[in-house]
């Protein structure tokens, strides 16, 4: 198994959306806002390669959204996802397996792509399997009117009139071992209904793809709840029992949105779980 770390861009959100109800003078010490009170965020996507299977954990915003849509968003950088492939020496063609941690359009939007007459969708990843699960997927295509926003049916519909949709199953225990993507799977339900988080045993270390658990290290104190979850106090929860567990077994933590840090770890103190060390990924993987 190799692993690669696949930078394909940044944008920009709302600082306080970010972090609810924590005070902007002590979030901005960590994400500092620009004079709009936007805060830079990282699209850092996950490239598996494995036997025969090419795997690639969520894929950003695409590029198919109305110029207004993405003027609320302030995308910014050179990488984008096929530049990022490129670099690699692989190409979109050959993925073969997409994972999309939820269905928030920053997470699943380089899904689908126009079809050459832009008349309609098509999938992205022609050759590819995309991994979902059956709970999430209906909280998706039936969306609350919190998260409808986030949810656009032109990212989500055309994968599963595709027929290239495929579900994991949902544990009773919320822990998926052994998928068929050969990573395990913890289930969360604080940011939205049954969000996905891989735990990749690679190179004698566990590798947590950490989504929307914990986008930023800023995120790392448990009152740091985005704005944005359905359900802040169920992710205080799940973020606390994460994060005792990451800081006992000393587990390497993939920050999908952070603009600055690729990885984390996170030690015990006397003011609970704390960031321990950031690190760039090539520095700890070969």
Not at 40 to 64: A, H, P, S, V, Y
């Amino acid at each position: 198994m190799q692993i690669y770390p696949l930078d394909i861009g940044n944008f920009k959100l709302d600082g306080g959306a970010m972090f609810g109800v924590v005070p902007k003078v002590i979030w901005q010490k960590t994400n500092p806002a620009d004079n709009h009170n936007l805060i830079d965020m990282g699209l850092r996507c996950m490239l598996i390669e494995d036997g025969n299977q090419l795997i690639l954990i969520d894929n950003g915003t695409g590029n198919k959204q109305s110029e207004k849509f993405f003027s609320y968003y302030y995308p910014f950088g050179d990488n984008n996802l096929d530049s990022s492939l490129a670099a690699l020496g692989f190409h979109r063609n050959e993925i073969t397996d997409v994972f999309l941690t939820h269905l928030h359009f920053d997470h699943c939007g380089g899904s689908i792509e126009w079809n050459d007459s832009k008349s309609g969708y098509r999938p992205a990843f022609k050759n590819a399997s995309y991994w979902s699960n059956k709970k999430h997927w209906k909280w998706a295509t039936v969306p609350n009117p919190r998260e409808k926003a986030s949810f656009l049916k032109e990212n989500i519909l055309p994968i599963e009139e595709s027929g290239q949709l495929k579900y994991v199953p949902v544990p009773k225990d919320g822990y998926l071992k052994n998928s068929d993507l050969n990573f395990d799977i913890l289930f969360a339900d604080g940011h939205t209904e049954k969000q996905m988080i891989p735990h990749i045993s690679y190179q004698g270390k566990t590798i947590v793809f950490m989504a929307d658990l914990l986008p930023t290290v800023g995120h790392i104190p448990l009152p740091y709840v985005m704005g944005y979850d359905t359900r802040p106090l169920i992710t205080m929860d799940e973020k606390a029992q994460f994060l005792n567990k990451a800081a006992d077994e000393n587990l390497y933590l993939f920050l999908e949105h952070d603009a600055i840090n690729e990885l984390c770890t996170v030690k015990h103190t006397e003011k609970g779980v704390r960031l321990a060390h950031t690190f760039k990924f090539k520095d700890i993987f070969n």
